[in-house]
């Protein structure tokens, strides 16, 4: 069924030899992946299957026989009803002490359990281990102590907990986390170091086995793979009409490889994919870079003047030059170039993390930190011009603010800013202060978080259907 796929690097390699123009070779390999991604839809794991749009339904057949991905027939769980966890009737945590400098940590921890469904998508992900017979691993044993975490704080409520007492400071020091240990030695870490670094450990521990394709799927993908390839490498930077669609098309191959070898729910709700496109000055030959993302930093263009986020991402995707001692090599040209260099989001994630860049480094080696206001929407962050495809709207809301307050990451204090409620459109806000939780409105966050904002939590408003 697949055997048209297989043929598409000979087919390519045919119409070059008789001098097609590239967007002939690029339209006819663009068609054929997609057939090929519509005939795969059928063999891919149902949790990956909706990764590869464009596809067409694939047509009615046989159902292949369930392939059993697990190394340990007895460890694996029998089918279970999902675990439903209502976090929205009540959305307060409880506070959290911080003897220890720890406020970095404890800010993190309430900014990720206001994620919708976070507490529920880690229980569900998991109880294969929970309910497993063999020993576990001690990240195992991290991410289980991190739950009962994420349960004691949604329990307790009106209560104030010690992360020491509770075991997950502890936890994290037996898996060799040296930041675990530094606040008291230095007075503080870094929140975005401790958020990217939970996630990862979350997804490197639940994520379910990576879904396997057949030697001839697999070869089909990885023909398409190289003649997308070969395409975008004899496109001009100039004609994007030539350039676009297959950059499109090999973007969404090399996404839906990855999330076949990273199931977990932080790949689907947290990562992203970016592409950086670069384009030499001399021969105008484009390069491009596709890379996963879970925290997505911005840089501040003033130290002094207020900004909007909406600047602050322009500047993101801003078209940046790099000459003189910063030429780069071009494979066209054999030689050291200047090259046009721009990002963009290829994907953007459900929930949409970013960081300002508050905190540099002086040409001393210290790390310095800039205050100015940065004034970011609450209702509709609107992503669209920053999309490599800007077709459809994509706009997202803010749900949690980590703040940081003091003039230096050794010296300042964390905070976290959580909405009361993410579905009935209230402006009242719950603010974190380590043992000290108050509510407060809207207007009054954005007042206090203006030049104190570091982490932006949004979530994707999905558009509402028109039936």
């Given at each position: 069924m697949l055997w048209p796929s297989l043929c598409l690097v000979s087919i390519y390699c045919y119409l070059a030899y008789h001098n097609y123009n590239v967007a002939k070779m690029a339209s006819y390999c663009i068609q054929q992946v997609t057939k090929m991604q519509a005939q795969l839809l059928d063999h891919l794991p149902r949790a990956t299957s909706h990764r590869l749009p464009r596809a067409a339904a694939a047509p009615p057949c046989a159902k292949p026989p369930a392939i059993d991905l697990t190394n340990d027939k007895d460890d694996a769980p029998l089918p279970q009803e999902p675990i439903a966890i209502d976090d929205e009737t009540s959305p307060a945590d409880a506070t959290l002490r911080n003897e220890s400098n720890y406020c970095f940590l404890n800010a993190t921890l309430h900014c990720l359990l206001r994620t919708r469904d976070f507490r529920a998508s880690l229980a569900n992900a998991f109880r294969p281990l929970s309910t497993t017979r063999r020993a576990l691993t001690p990240r195992e044993r991290c991410v289980g102590v991190l739950l009962d975490v994420t349960h004691m704080l949604k329990e307790r409520k009106g209560a104030t907990l010690d992360l020491l007492a509770l075991g997950l400071v502890d936890a994290l020091r037996r898996i060799g986390v040296t930041w675990i240990d530094l606040p008291r030695r230095q007075g503080q870490q870094d929140a975005e170091e401790c958020l990217s670094y939970l996630l990862e450990l979350i997804r490197g521990v639940v994520q379910a086995p990576a879904a396997s394709l057949s030697p001839r799927s697999e070869h089909a993908l990885s023909a398409a793979t190289k003649a997308l390839d070969h395409v975008l490498h004899t496109c001009s930077s100039h004609d994007s009409s030539a350039y676009s669609a297959p950059l499109e098309h090999l973007a969404s191959l090399t996404w839906d490889?990855?999330?076949?070898?990273?199931?977990?729910?932080?790949?689907?709700?947290?990562?992203?994919?970016?592409?950086?496109?670069?384009?030499?000055?001399?021969?105008?030959?484009?390069?491009?870079?596709?890379?996963?993302?879970?925290?997505?930093?911005?840089?501040?263009?003033?130290?002094?003047?207020?900004?909007?986020?909406?600047?602050?991402?322009?500047?993101?995707?801003?078209?940046?030059?790099?000459?003189?001692?910063?030429?780069?090599?071009?494979?066209?040209?054999?030689?050291?170039?200047?090259?046009?260099?721009?990002?963009?989001?290829?994907?953007?994630?459900?929930?949409?993390?970013?960081?300002?860049?508050?905190?540099?480094?002086?040409?001393?080696?210290?790390?310095?930190?800039?205050?100015?206001?940065?004034?970011?929407?609450?209702?509709?962050?609107?992503?669209?011009?920053?999309?490599?495809?800007?077709?459809?709207?994509?706009?997202?809301?803010?749900?949690?603010?980590?703040?940081?307050?003091?003039?230096?990451?050794?010296?300042?204090?964390?905070?976290?800013?959580?909405?009361?409620?993410?579905?009935?459109?209230?402006?009242?806000?719950?603010?974190?202060?380590?043992?000290?939780?108050?509510?407060?409105?809207?207007?009054?966050?954005?007042?206090?978080t203006a030049t104190s904002a570091y982490l932006l939590f949004y979530e994707r408003v999905e558009p509402r259907s028109s039936i």
């Open positions: 490889k990855f999330i076949r070898g990273n199931p977990s729910f932080v790949a689907d709700d947290f990562m992203g994919q970016l592409v950086q496109g670069s384009t030499c000055v001399s021969c105008n030959m484009l390069s491009y870079h596709l890379a996963t993302t879970t925290v997505v930093a911005l840089g501040l263009h003033s130290s002094t003047a207020a900004m909007s986020l909406d600047s602050c991402l322009a500047a993101f995707k801003q078209v940046e030059d790099l000459c003189a001692e910063d030429a780069v090599y071009c494979e066209r040209c054999d030689r050291r170039t200047g090259h046009h260099i721009q990002t963009l989001f290829m994907r953007v994630p459900k929930r949409l993390v970013l960081q300002l860049k508050r905190f540099t480094c002086t040409r001393v080696g210290h790390m310095a930190k800039n205050s100015a206001a940065v004034i970011f929407p609450v209702q509709r962050l609107n992503m669209t011009p920053y999309l490599f495809s800007q077709q459809a709207p994509c706009e997202y809301q803010l749900y949690a603010v980590c703040a940081h307050t003091g003039s230096s990451v050794a010296g300042g204090h964390y905070l976290a800013y959580a909405r009361l409620s993410l579905t009935n459109g209230t402006s009242l806000w719950l603010k974190y202060n380590d043992a000290h939780l108050t509510t407060l409105s809207q207007a009054q966050m954005l007042h206090e």
